[in-house]
């Protein structure tokens, strides 16, 4: 049980984690101008998106852990 509930709570902060990444990149681009603000938006942006990466990463194998447990 707590297992399941730690993979829906990763699952649920990655799924944050990417919409935090999207709104950082536009307020970043638009706070400075040019060509660096969207360059600087977009590796700003890139470190949710790897954090919300591992944390899939890691829900996907508790969820396989819980589903082979419950199996055996």
Known sequence: MGS???AIL???GSAAL????????VQVSDAVD???GRAL???VALVPFLMAGA???????L????RRS???
């Open 70 to 72: 419950f199996h055996e």
């Open 34 to 36: 040019g060509i660096f």
């Open 18 to 25: 990417v919409v935090v990444g999207v709104a950082l990149r």
């Open 63 to 66: 969820i396989k852990g819980v």
């Open 41 to 43: 938006g977009t590796a």
């Open 4 to 6: 399941s509930l730690f």
């Open 55 to 61: 944390l899939i990463f890691i829900a996907v194998r």
């Open 10 to 12: 990763f699952l649920l």
